[in-house]
């Protein structure tokens, strides 16, 4: 016997059945990612939104330039490789590949604002944690044009409004990361300030000091917590003071809760001024984080373009269905009428049942196993069904046949001919 090939560690699949992540994990389905996605779709449209999507693979330039050469992603976690004498890389993130876009194809010179989500798999070697995989999904927006705190504003309450559709708890976290301006003096100080701590510091920390030294003050470490909690205070120029005070009265105006941290750094280097992240408040443990994202006013000017502002955020769908599976909660197309037919003479006419009620919008399964109506039966309940019918040699005979709510068990007699007329009735009579 041949051994089996298993996935990728990092990795995992998503089925229509139930499969285990964690001991202490639920069932995660597919269904539980319809939930989360459709939510998404139905929403982001409404202010707006249109859906772009991008290749897998890019440069790896661009999230050199893009992301920053001393961020985790780059130095470690992204995997590359070289194709015929390009190196290239499957996308980490999406926001570099969308401004590449941007940029590639002028579209600055067809519309003065831009706004575009998307939905796709990302990858990044890193160690494998409940909620997080080396190929993940994201979905996000991204909005190019604006300078202003309106569209910063807009997001956040979109993305408040998502996440509460989907019944997940949590608590929006805001921060203003400064600009050009008033972030050299805050990251001078800051070194200076670690540097007197070095010793206090983990050892990828102690390598942070002088590369990337404001992500020390997001690292998990209870010794680095320490030492983040008595390091200097960003002081806002005037103007990033009035978009920050901005934002939140507009915030505040459209009843969106928020909490102020000024430990919320994010992890990429072209963040500048508003920062946002939603923060489970429950059933995600150490990886709490759902959802990120922030203003990247440099970011065009970086990868080619003009002096374009854009702000965005992305959301982890892994971790998402994680919570919604949790609560019991998810979004499954299930047969209206499972079909099972007897013999091949009466397979025949359930597939040409089923193919009426089909073109008329509803599922229907039929049944390809001969076994008896019993069976039949439990194969039904099993996936959902909410009418059975059981097709014989005297239901192909008479042109009649008992359609069984599986529910509450009722039968209704019907015709074979008048099948789809009289189930879009029972359906209206009990939706």
């Known amino acids: 016997m041949s051994q089996k090939i298993r996935g990728v560690k990092g990795t995992r699949d998503v089925l229509p059945t139930e499969t285990y992540v964690k001991d202490d994990d639920p069932w995660v389905r597919i269904a539980h990612y319809h939930l ?8 982001f449209p409404l202010y707006g939104y249109r859906e772009a999507r991008t290749p897998v693979l890019e440069r790896t330039e ?7 050469e001393v961020t985790d992603i780059v130095g470690k976690e992204m995997y590359t490789f070289d194709d015929h004498g390009d190196r290239v890389s499957m996308r980490p993130e999406n926001t570099a590949s969308l401004v590449r876009a941007y940029v590639e194809h002028n579209v600055s010179q067809l519309e003065p604002d831009t706004k575009w989500w998307y939905l796709g798999p990302m990858f990044r070697r890193e160690r494998q944690q409940r909620g997080r995989y080396r190929q993940f999904t994201q ?6 044009g604006s300078a202003g705190p309106r569209v910063d504003a807009e997001q956040i309450e979109l993305l408040d409004r998502w ?9 929006m976290h805001l921060n203003s990361l400064g600009d050009a301006n008033c972030r050299p003096p805050y990251r001078a100080a800051l070194q ?12 990828e920390c102690k390598k942070r000091i002088e590369t990337n030294p404001i992500r020390v003050l997001d690292c998990k470490n209870p010794k680095c917590q320490e030492v983040a909690a008595g390091a200097p205070k960003l002081v806002l120029c005037d103007p990033c003071k009035a978009h920050f005070d901005g934002l939140q009265s507009i915030l505040t105006a459209l009843k969106v809760s928020f909490v102020l941290d000024a430990k919320l750094v994010r992890g990429l280097d072209y963040y500048t001024r508003t920062a946002y992240e939603a923060i489970a408040t429950e059933g995600l443990g150490a990886q709490s984080t759902v959802a990120g994202g922030g203003r990247y006013d440099g970011l065009v000017r970086e990868l080619g373009g003009g002096d374009v502002p854009g702000i965005g955020f992305a959301a982890g769908v892994e971790r998402l269905a994680l919570i919604v599976a949790q609560q019991g909660k998810e979004r499954a197309v299930r047969p209206v009428l499972f079909i099972a037919p007897l013999g091949d003479a009466e397979a025949a006419r359930a597939d040409q049942l089923a193919q009426q009620l089909r073109a008329a919008g509803l599922a229907a399964e039929v049944s390809f196993r001969k ?16 009418f059975a019918l059981v097709l014989g040699d005297l239901e192909l005979q008479t042109d009649r046949a008992r359609l069984k709510e599986l529910k509450t068990g009722a039968q209704h007699e019907v015709s074979l001919a008048g099948l789809l007329p009289a189930l879009q009735k029972l359906l209206e009579e009990s939706p």
């Open 163 to 171: 996440l509460r559709a989907l019944g997940i708890p949590f608590e």
């Open 192 to 203: 200076a300030y670690l540097r007197a701590r070095v010793d206090d510091l983990c050892e």
């Open 36 to 43: 989360v996605e459709q939510a998404a779709r139905d929403l």
């Open 62 to 68: 661009l999230f050199v330039r893009g992301i920053g």
């Open 371 to 386: 076994s008896n109506p019993g069976n039949q039966l439990k194969r039904a309940d099993a996936l959902g069904a909410r």
């Open 139 to 144: 979905i996000g927006i991204e909005a190019f």
